[in-house]
């Protein structure tokens, strides 16, 4: 009986079928992404795999094609940079074979990049829920093995509350606090430093806080399980106040400032290594009266940048922007975020401003509509405040015209604004608000 299987197995095209397809794939990539070697001559496309597996040509090789009418056998390699925007040509290859995608977590979700030289996921967290710590995984080839370089299940997407770094007087400029569901919590932790008029992530497992009027053009981490604040860290040669920010994939993006070095110039930490570096170009921001912009997480890959009225959307992976439809009405100071509306569709939010009509009012843009909506009014008028989605809702709070203190929570159904009846110092949350685990803070 073993020799009409052996047989069958035996059919060349059968068997190199098989063998191949243990370690490669055949896949469309973009044809400006691949970086071919000189061919050179192979029998099938068998010894063509063979010789990707060994690596039998100048530099990497993961994909290879195979002219069967030429037997001219194709090694090469993707490039770093996925340029598919620009020509859409593509080209059939063996591509060999990486890691599986990860189960997506309670949450969140995985986005994955396999087009490009390393294949990598990000965790993307719903609206109101952050990243333990790291949000990349990043596939490589451990002895003819593709592994991830951390384990997926180490990756989770954490209810929070709100954290509030610094403030506009003293002595809140030097202090943090929260806010949930039982108000305010003043922590002892002091922040080491004056922020006013700076920026907030929590990113990397920490609170990430840069810039302002005070510090300037660095970042100071703030750790609880290392005992409080960390190391500084500098961010660029730019002086960064008012500026924005957003996190999108593993980076953490400063965009535009008061002065004019730090407009027109974005640029981000990278988890992996924590440094600086240039991002892209946004050419709206071109003098003070544009400061403070807000940005917001607009899709897996692109964020939002709002000047005004002005919404442009930046592609990080492609490197790209393109304008948005304009809010209706123009807003400075004002706060911003997204959540996830009845229909689990991702809604950007602006409430507030110090210009005409601003203060009270908010608009959303939900993407599928394909325009900003004017939405229930304020109860209070607020200006250089925040907007944060934890997984509790979206709040509006701290403001330097609301001298009540008050704090308000958008009812997404109605599109309404409620009282929650809770106070929080009105002279904080000066563009300093950011959402943080429910479970990092100190007893």
């Known amino acids: 009986m073993l020799f009409p299987i052996l047989t069958i197995f035996c059919n060349a095209g059968l068997l190199e079928a098989l063998l191949v397809s243990r370690q490669f794939i055949e896949q469309e990539v973009p044809k400006t992404n691949v970086l071919f070697a000189d061919p050179v001559q192979a029998d099938s496309a068998l010894s063509c795999s063979f010789r990707c597996l060994g690596k039998n040509v100048t ?3 993961n994909v290879f094609f195979y002219n069967k009418t030429t037997l001219n056998c194709h090694l090469g390699d993707l490039s770093e940079i996925d340029r598919s925007k620009e020509n859409n040509s593509t080209q059939l290859v063996w591509k060999l074979k990486g890691c599986s995608v990860p189960e997506n977590p309670i949450n969140g979700k995985w986005y ?8 990598k996921c ?7 829920y952050v990243a333990k710590s790291f949000r990349g995984l990043y596939c490589y080839l451990y002895e003819d093995q593709a592994k991830w370089d951390k384990s997926p299940n180490e990756f989770e997407c954490l209810p929070t509350v709100i954290a509030i770094t610094g403030g506009f007087y003293f002595p809140m400029v030097g202090q943090l606090s929260t806010f949930g569901p039982d108000g305010q919590v003043r922590l002892p932790n002091h922040l080491g430093h004056y922020f006013r008029q700076h920026i907030v992530q929590y990113f990397r497992g920490q609170i990430i806080y840069c810039g302002g009027y005070y510090v ?11 005992g409080g604040e960390g ?11 008012n500026s924005a920010s957003v996190i999108v994939q593993d980076r953490y993006y400063i965009i535009g400032g008061d002065l004019a070095e730090s407009q027109a110039q974005a640029e981000y930490i990278l988890e992996a290594d924590g440094l600086s570096y240039d991002g892209m170009l946004t050419p709206e921001l071109t003098d003070a009266n544009t400061a403070p912009s807000c940005a917001i997480r607009f899709t897996d890959k692109s964020f939002v940048n709002i000047v005004k009225d002005m919404v442009t959307e930046y592609d990080i992976s492609a490197g790209t922007s393109k304008a948005l439809p304009n809010l209706n009405i123009p807003r400075q100071r004002f706060g911003c975020d997204s959540y996830l509306d009845e229909d689990e569709e991702l809604v950007s939010i602006v409430a507030g401003g ?3 009509d601003s203060a009270y009012t908010a608009e959303i843009f939900k993407p599928s509509f394909g325009q900003w909506i004017i939405i229930g009014n304020l109860t209070y008028p607020r200006e250089s405040h925040a907007v944060v989605t934890t997984s509790d809702g979206v709040f509006a709070i701290g403001g330097e015209n609301n001298p009540t203190g008050k704090v308000e929570k958008l009812d997404i159904k109605t599109k309404t604004w409620i009282d929650t009846g809770l106070n929080y110092d009105p002279d ?3 563009f300093a608000a950011t959402a943080i685990p429910v479970d990092i803070l100190p007893p």
């Open 216 to 226: 300037r053009n660095k970042c100071y981490r703030l750790n609880f399980t290392s």
């Open 112 to 119: 994955c990049e396999t087009n490009i030289k390393q294949e």
């Open 122 to 128: 990000f965790l993307v967290c719903f609206p109101g």
């Open 428 to 430: 904080s949350a000066f």
């Open 231 to 241: 190391t500084s860290m500098q961010i660029s040669t730019k002086i960064r106040i």
């Open 59 to 61: 530099g990497d090789c």
């Open 354 to 356: 110090n210009t005409v």
